[in-house]
Each structure stands twice: as structure tokens, then as C-alpha cells.
């Protein structure tokens, strides 16, 4: 460093976000920078949906399809309250905040257990009933025009609950809002910052597609990828709770919101206040002249 920089300088302080990056850098920054906690944390999140990958291979043994579906389902009880702990971790690393992997993750799992629980089951309910609405409308379309309409809503309701996701986990975490306000704001949220709620999508999309179609090779993929997308959920919908739930809060009793102080901070304010006016740059020292030995 000391090649690079002169700290006798007189000037500015020392900012609280020295490097003001645009946001894509700030992005891969981050996800460099904690890389490998990222990877364990995917491993950990695996762990906790053993439940439900347990249940999936019912799906090769004698079990009725109705009986299936069910325990399918049933299985949201355990995906929710990890999505929660996957979420709180990776909100809390966007912020830069200090992680502890293992037991922020659990700790999320469990105070966040019940609403986790409830949001599981309706996410499994949701994706058993559009595995079913969206391929019969497709087929019944292509015979009678008609059902052309249903076809699209399942589409556009599937497609926006899904973008309602990129808000929904963030907001159990972080509030403590009922269930009902919960997809109410994530609703409103997602139109409100509809181009942020795109670009998530988009990129969703494009992975989940490289994934299936390049199967089973993509398998070692499964280290990496959630929680790239989970943390790019939580860079870039965050800011947005913050801003539009959790800041009018505050703003209604008159306090001020704690995490702002380190998380969010002005433009120009620094660490300390300096005063370079009064400030004397110091002198290079003299070099002394060696004596001679005799």
C-alpha cells in the first residue's frame, strides 16, 4: 500500500463506503469476497431440504399420485422456515454485516419457523396447482380458442408470484408484519420496483434454463447457484424493503432506524471530521550525513 498511497496527504477522511462502485461491481465484490462462506451456506441449505428431496423420490415407488401430491405439500412445512434461514443470512451479508453461517442460519429456521411453515405450504400448494392448470388450459387451447384467456392468467399469476418471491422471505426475516401484509408489500413491491423485479427474473430464468438443459452435468452447479441468486435477491430487493417498509416505520414515531447508521450512509459522510484548513502538511525529515570511521 505504501507504494500506492501517501498518508501525510492533507484532506478528506476516511469514508464509511470508500468504494462507491456502480452496482454491479458492488455486487461481485461482495459474492468474491464471500465466496466460501456462500458455498457453505448452500451446502447448510441443502441439508435443511433433505425432508423434501426425501419426499421427491416417492415419486419412484409405489405411491398414489394423490397420496404423492400430499406429502409434496406437506413438505413446504421444512422448505419455508430453511428459505427463511437461506435469506436472513444472505440479507445480511449483502448489508455487509458479520455472518456466522451456521448459527444465523438455524436461528433464522427457528424464530422464523411458523410463518416459514405457512408460506411453504402455500408455495408447494401453488406449484401443484399450476403443474396442473397450466398444461391442461395449454392443451385444451389448442382445441378452442377460448381457453387461450385462462392460459394466460395461470401464466401471468405464475410468473408474478414468482417475482413476489424475490420480496417475500426477505420480508419475514426482516419485519414483523403478518403473513397477509407480507404478500400484500411483496406485491406492491414488486410493481413499485417492477424493473428491478425483471432483471431477477430474467436472470432466474436464463439459470434455471442452463440447468436443465445441460443435465446432470450442472449437477456440481447446485454449490453455487442458489445462493448466487438468493444473495442477488437480497442486494437488490433489500433497499427496497428498507426504503418503502421498514423506513416509514421509523419515520412514523420519530426514530431513527437503527441499521441506517452503518448500512446506509450519506453521500460525503465520513468516519471523521477533518479540518484540512488547519492542517500543517509535515516536512520530510532531514537526512543526516553519516560520519566517516577512522
Given at each position: 500500500?505504501g507504494m500506492?498511497?501517501n498518508y501525510?496527504?492533507?484532506?478528506r477522511?476516511?469514508?464509511?463506503?470508500?468504494?462507491?462502485k456502480?452496482?454491479l461491481?458492488?455486487?461481485l465484490?461482495i459474492?468474491s469476497?464471500?465466496f466460501?462462506?456462500?458455498v457453505?451456506l448452500?451446502f447448510?441449505?441443502?441439508?435443511?431440504?433433505?425432508?423434501?428431496a426425501?419426499?421427491?423420490?416417492?415419486?419412484?415407488?409405489?405411491?398414489?399420485?394423490?397420496?404423492?401430491?400430499i406429502i409434496f405439500v406437506l413438505t413446504?412445512?421444512?422448505?419455508g422456515?430453511?428459505t427463511?434461514?437461506?435469506?436472513k443470512?444472505?440479507?445480511n451479508?449483502?448489508?455487509?454485516?458479520?455472518?456466522?453461517?451456521w448459527?444465523d442460519?438455524w436461528?433464522?429456521?427457528?424464530?422464523?419457523?411458523?410463518?416459514?411453515?405457512?408460506m411453504?405450504l402455500i408455495?408447494?400448494?401453488v406449484?401443484?396447482?399450476?403443474?396442473?392448470?397450466?398444461?391442461?388450459?395449454f392443451t385444451?387451447?389448442?382445441e378452442n380458442g377460448v381457453?387461450r384467456?385462462p392460459?394466460?392468467i395461470?401464466?401471468?399469476?405464475?410468473?408474478l408470484f414468482?417475482?413476489?418471491?424475490?420480496?417475500i422471505?426477505l420480508l419475514i426475516?426482516?419485519?414483523n408484519?403478518?403473513?397477509?401484509l407480507?404478500l400484500?408489500?411483496s406485491l406492491?413491491?414488486t410493481a413499485?420496483e417492477i424493473?428491478t423485479?425483471?432483471?431477477?427474473?430474467?436472470?432466474t430464468v436464463?439459470i434455471?434454463?442452463t440447468f436443465?438443459?445441460?443435465?446432470?452435468?450442472?449437477?456440481?452447479t447446485?454449490?453455487?447457484f442458489?445462493s448466487f441468486?438468493?444473495?442477488?435477491?437480497?442486494?437488490n430487493?433489500?433497499?427496497?424493503?428498507?426504503?418503502y417498509?421498514i423506513q416509514?416505520?421509523y419515520?412514523?414515531?420519530?426514530?431513527?432506524?437503527?441499521?441506517?447508521?452503518?448500512?446506509?450512509p450519506e453521500e460525503?459522510?465520513?468516519?471523521f471530521?477533518?479540518?484540512?484548513?488547519t492542517e500543517?502538511?509535515?516536512?520530510?525529515?532531514?537526512k543526516?550525513?553519516?560520519?566517516?570511521?577512522?
Amino acid at each position: 500500500m505504501g507504494m500506492f498511497s501517501n498518508y501525510d496527504r492533507v484532506g478528506r477522511g476516511v469514508t464509511k463506503d470508500p468504494d462507491r462502485k456502480i452496482p454491479l461491481f458492488r455486487f461481485l465484490d461482495i459474492y468474491s469476497s464471500h465466496f466460501s462462506k456462500l458455498v457453505a451456506l448452500n451446502f447448510i441449505y441443502l441439508l435443511a431440504l433433505l425432508p423434501f428431496a426425501g419426499m421427491m423420490f416417492l415419486e419412484y415407488l409405489n405411491v398414489g399420485n394423490l397420496a404423492y401430491y400430499i406429502i409434496f405439500v406437506l413438505t413446504g412445512i421444512f422448505v419455508g422456515p430453511a428459505t427463511c434461514g437461506f435469506m436472513k443470512v444472505l440479507r445480511n451479508i449483502s448489508c455487509r454485516r458479520p455472518v456466522f453461517i451456521w448459527s444465523d442460519f438455524w436461528r433464522a429456521f427457528a424464530s422464523n419457523f411458523k410463518q416459514g411453515a405457512f408460506m411453504g405450504l402455500i408455495d408447494m400448494f401453488v406449484i401443484v396447482a399450476m403443474s396442473f392448470a397450466i398444461p391442461m388450459y395449454f392443451t385444451m387451447s389448442e382445441e378452442n380458442g377460448v381457453f387461450r384467456i385462462p392460459f394466460i392468467i395461470c401464466l401471468v399469476c405464475g410468473f408474478l408470484f414468482l417475482m413476489m418471491h424475490f420480496y417475500i422471505y426477505l420480508l419475514i426475516v426482516s419485519t414483523n408484519l403478518s403473513l397477509w401484509l407480507i404478500l400484500k408489500n411483496s406485491l406492491y413491491l414488486t410493481a413499485i420496483e417492477i424493473k428491478t423485479s425483471v432483471v431477477n427474473l430474467l436472470t432466474t430464468v436464463v439459470i434455471v434454463l442452463t440447468f436443465a438443459v445441460l443435465f446432470p452435468w450442472t449437477v456440481v452447479t447446485l454449490a453455487l447457484f442458489p445462493s448466487f441468486l438468493g444473495l442477488l435477491y437480497a442486494f437488490n430487493c433489500f433497499p427496497a424493503i428498507r426504503k418503502y417498509v421498514i423506513q416509514p416505520y421509523y419515520d412514523e414515531r420519530g426514530e431513527k432506524m437503527p441499521e441506517i447508521s452503518y448500512t446506509v450512509p450519506e453521500e460525503g459522510e465520513s468516519v471523521f471530521v477533518d479540518t484540512p484548513e488547519t492542517e500543517i502538511p509535515q516536512e520530510p525529515p532531514k537526512k543526516k550525513k553519516n560520519k566517516k570511521i577512522r
